[in-house]
RNA sequence: GGCGCGUUCGUCUAGUGGUUAGGACACAAGGUUCUCAACCUUGGAACAGGAGUUCAAUUCUCCUACGCGCUACCA
């Protein structure tokens, strides 16, 4: 039987990290398994449900690049269909009318009042003690019959109990004593999350169900449904949970945005870095490729094998590499803290996150790049039509020393691959990065004060500096370093000292690639025009 | 309160009845005859506690503590 799998969120906010994981693993595993991933909008709270967060889930998935098979189901479409259940398992004795009055939530603190009510009913609460379990038929119909409104519950055996091996957690038991006869049906006849959730999924012939380990006791109660509908159930894989630094729960209203996976895009995240991230959150590849290592190759006494090949344990994985070695076996059952400080925009989110896009951007391969920093840079309106070499099919590594125009896609390109060294996310190129592609960039207080202004003769001999580019009519490195050094060495300064304040003036920032290298792409003509530039010093 | 799940460096984690308990991120120090958040090198940093089994326990068993989840006519 082929895997089909699904992610099924409820749209009542935006992507949550944890849910966005639950979606990868499904995700990775219905690729691995080559079955199907689907997707399923669980809508049936009218009240908290709407359009828009479901609109944006899906952007988040999309982003995800975690793109899904079939139609998208809409849970309450199905509510007549759950409600026929609901009705078939009255009327074959394996569910009950509850009269009971419906009470009223209070609906400030219902977490509360669960709390409550269970620390007050401290002994143990019969589970079997509902006043209308073992109604007549009879009654049970003529009450109904004069309109009375009543809830339908499960009619859950008085001894035995639900047990399951999940494909993570192991063999999982509950005791039928620990589980109430879960409500169906509402008593205004609304279909209810468990009994919703199992006729979808039959319905959609689902046959391993991935998701939180918030869900373990959920599961109980869906098996009972299974086994009350005649059904055999899924396989079932449980999730350990994302928790906040503090190893509370991550939770929206307490930490915001940065558990929305809106977020991370907007931040300059590479959906491929971010993913291959949250993978590694509660999953570990078992021994990555260590195959690759080649040549046991003697060279006596030398017994190690070629460093080269030596990818074992790398933790940057393609997407591919990741469906290649995904198995729910080695899904750990410890939650993980998702980690980051408030208020430290340097550390705003998980440090290996910030790392890891860090690692993609200045790695992957430079076509791949292009397109995002592309968007980045359209988005901050520094974006120019002559970057792109669309249809020109240029030659990339042109040979020798000359330089490519100024503006070019070419030099585009060039400038792309030098910068990305030191960026961290895609905001980079246009913040950081922006005096590469305008002349409109501001100064770095901090970089200004430690390059320039601490060298007050930096005010006569950079723009004097300019002077002597005027003379240099290749305007590479190697006839840029000739003249800063004797420049230099005519000055009695050091290196360093022109060369940082020089970065200070064409760029802005106090960090960047080699200065040689900035001038070369800065180019000629805006280097000496920047160098003679005074905005920077007042 | 009940039921369930969990516990290796700050964080993500590897690992085994006998290991110098390994890696990554972060951090620190040094290097890089121009900076740096990049790169290179080095360093500090962990088996929650207690009993038991065993020649030997981080690893197996039990207990405790702590954390988390669920406990709704929400999903």
Redesign the pocket.
């Known amino acids: 039987m082929t895997v089909r799998v699904r992610f099924a969120p409820?749209p009542?906010g935006y992507l949550h990290i944890g849910s966005a994981r639950s979606a990868l693993f499904n995700y990775l595993y219905a690729r691995k398994m080559g079955g199907k991933f689907l997707l399923r909008i669980?809508d049936?709270?009218i009240a908290?449900s709407t359009e828009e967060s479901a609109r944006s889930i899906l952007e988040g998935l999309e982003w995800l690049g975690l793109d899904h098979d079939e139609e998208i189901v809409f849970?309450s479409d199905n509510a007549d269909k759950h409600r026929e259940v609901a009705k078939r398992l009255l009327s074959e004795g394996k569910a009950y009318r509850?009269f009971?009055?419906?009470?009223v939530?209070s609906d400030a603190n219902?977490?509360d009042a669960?709390?409550d009510?269970?620390?007050a009913g401290?002994g143990e609460k019969n589970m079997r003690g509902n006043p209308y379990r073992e109604l007549s038929a009879e009654e049970s119909d003529s009450r109904a019959a004069a309109g009375e409104p009543f809830?339908i519950r499960l009619k859950v055996a008085e001894i035995g109990k639900t047990s399951f091996e999940d494909a993570v957690?192991?063999l999982?038991e509950?005791d039928y004593a620990?589980t109430?006869d879960l409500?169906l049906l509402?008593?205004?006849g609304?279909p209810?999350?468990?009994l919703a959730v199992v006729c979808d999924d039959i319905e959609m012939a689902i046959t391993d169900v991935i998701r939180g380990?918030?869900?373990?006791?959920?599961t109980h109660k869906q098996i009972l449904i299974y086994e009350a509908m005649g059904v055999t159930p899924p396989r079932f894989a449980h999730l350990?949970?994302i928790?906040a630094p503090n190893?509370?729960?991550l939770s929206k209203r307490k930490h915001g945005e940065i558990v929305s996976m809106t977020t991370y895009r907007d931040a300059g995240f590479l959906a491929p870095a971010f993913r291959n991230f949250l993978a590694?959150?509660?999953w570990?590849p078992?021994t990555p490729p260590a195959e690759l290592i080649v040549g046991d190759t003697e060279v006596e006494g030398v017994l190690l094998a070629d460093e080269s090949t030596a990818r074992e344990?790398s933790?940057i994985l393609s997407l591919d590499e990741m469906i290649g070695l995904f198995a729910l076996e080695d899904i750990?059952?410890?939650?993980?803290?998702f980690?980051f400080k408030e208020n430290d925009p340097?550390h705003w989110t998980?440090?290996?996150a910030l790392?890891m896009n860090?690692e993609y951007i200045?790695t992957m391969p430079l076509d791949e790049l292009l397109p995002y920093v592309k968007a980045e840079l359209k988005s901050a309106k520094l974006w120019r039509d002559e970057y792109d070499n669309a249809g020109q099919n240029h030659l990339r590594e042109r040979v020798g020393s000359s330089l490519p125009e100024h503006g070019s896609s070419e030099w585009y390109e060039r400038t792309v691959d030098l910068i990305r060294?030191?960026f961290?996310t895609l905001k980079d190129f246009s913040t950081?990065g922006r005096a590469y592609f305008s002349e409109d960039f501001d100064f770095d207080s901090a970089a200004v004060e430690k390059n320039l202004k601490k060298f007050p003769d930096l005010r006569e001999w950079l723009p004097e500096l300019a002077g002597t580019f005027e003379g240099i009519d290749n305007f590479t490195e190697p006839a840029i370093e000739a003249v800063v050094k004797a420049f230099t060495e005519e000055k009695g300064t050091?290196?360093?000292v022109i060369?940082?304040g020089a970065?200070t003036l064409l760029t802005g920032?106090?960090?960047?690639?080699?200065?040689?290298s900035v001038f070369e792409t800065i180019g000629k003509e805006k280097s000496i025009l920047r160098l003679k530039s005074q905005i920077a010093w007042n």
């Not at 750990?332 to 803290?337: I, P, T």
């Not at 920032?509 to 040689?516: E, H, I, Q, R, T």
Request: proline letters at 5%; zero cysteines; hydrophobic letters at 25%.
């Open positions: 409820s009542t669980e049936t709270d908290r849970q509850d009971t009055p419906k009470e939530p219902i977490k669960i709390k009510r269970a620390r401290q809830a957690y192991g999982q509950r620990e109430e409500v509402r008593s205004d609304h209810l999350y468990n380990q918030d869900h373990l006791t959920n350990p949970l928790l190893k509370g729960k590694l959150l509660g570990t078992r344990g933790e750990h059952r410890s939650n993980a803290v980690n340097r998980d440090d290996k790392w860090a200045r060294q030191r961290f950081q050091k290196l360093g060369m940082n970065r920032v106090a960090v960047g690639p080699s200065m040689l």
